[in-house]
């Protein structure tokens, strides 16, 4: 697979190679996907849990805890 790269990306890429012993272009381009991907979870989590705000699916933090506690029976204390 060939890729057409944009000069700034190649010098990124290229920075990372020099500042990183053994590594490759593709350890550089996995983690940058790796990133990425990581990122997309993130942002669909955050919209999870807007969602359920808006639509009311929320419990008091408080709430939360103390039946959280509760079900695995921690001190209230810790």
Request: avoid cysteine; charged fraction near 35%.
């Amino acid at each position: 697979m060939t890729i057409q790269l944009p000069a700034d990306l190649e010098e990124r890429i290229n920075s990372h190679l020099k500042s990183e012993s053994g590594v490759t272009v593709s350890d550089v381009l996995r983690k940058a996907l790796d990133a990425l991907d990581l990122h997309e979870e993130d942002i669909a989590a955050i919209q999870e849990g807007l969602n359920d705000l808006e639509h009311g699916r929320v419990v008091p933090l408080r709430d939360f805890d103390r039946d959280f506690r509760s079900r695995h029976n921690i001190s209230q204390d810790v």
